[in-house]
C-alpha cells in the first residue's frame, strides 16, 4: 500500500470514528447555539470576502466544494443566488455523499479522491474547500490536492479557503498557516482574514450571552481559523 492510500484509508477511518460518536453529531449540529454562531461568523466572512474579490453575483458560475460531506454548503450557494446546475461536490467518504444526495438528488455530486479529480482542466469559476486539508496529515497528499484545485480551476477563477491554523485537541488533524497555504499555491495571489472564535470557548460562552461571543471574537487571538481567497497570478 502506498503512501498516498494509506493516508486516505486513515481519513476514511477517522471519519467513521466521528460519525459514531454521538456526542460530536450533536456538536456539529445547527441546533447547538455555539456551532451555528460558527456558521454564521463564518457566512458573514464569506461574502465579505467575495465582495473584496468582485463576486457580487452567482449567476453563471460554476462552483466546486471540495470536501462537501452533507451539501449544506452548496445548499447556502444556492439561497446566495447560484444555479443548482452549476454546482459540484466532492467528497470522500461515501456516507455523507448518501445525506447530500438525499436531501439535493437535484445536485451533481460524486464520490473521488480530490487528488485525483474527475473533471476537466479550467472547469470552475470558484473552487470551496472548508476544513479539508487539516485533516490531511500527509504532506505530498495536501499538494496534490492544491495542484488538482488549481488544475479545474479557471485561469480567472477563485479558490476560497477555510480552515483552522490551531486545534491542540484533536491528534488526527494539523492546522495550516498563511505560509503553508502560500507554499500549496505557489505563484497566486493570497488574501487572508482570521475568523471563528475558539470552539470549545464558544460553547461555553455562547449558549450564555450570544452577545459575549460576538466581542470575544473581535479579538484576533481567540479567532481559531483563516478564511482565505487565492487567485493564480
Known sequence: MDAETREIERIRSEYARRAA???????YSALEPAHLFAIQ????????????????SFAGLRVLDLGCGSGDELRRLISYGASPEHLCGLDLIGERLSAARCASPHLALVQGNAAHLPYPEATFDVVLQLTVFSSILDQVLRHRVAA??????????????????LNPTNRATRG????????????????????TL??????AVVPQSWLAGYLLETLPFLRTHYLAAIRPA
Open 148 to 165: 488538482e484545485m488549481l488544475r479545474v480551476l479557471k485561469p480567472a477563477g477563485l479558490i476560497i479557503w477555510y480552515d483552522f491554523w
Open 176 to 195: 495550516i498557516r498563511p505560509a503553508e497555504i502560500k507554499r500549496l499555491f505557489p505563484g497566486c495571489h493570497h488574501r487572508f482574514r482570521r475568523v
Open 198 to 203: 475558539a470552539p470549545p470557548l464558544a460553547r
Open 21 to 27: 460518536d454521538a456526542s460530536r453529531g450533536r456538536q
Open 41 to 56: 461568523s463564518r457566512e458573514r466572512g464569506l461574502l465579505a470576502m467575495l465582495r473584496a474579490e468582485g463576486i457580487t
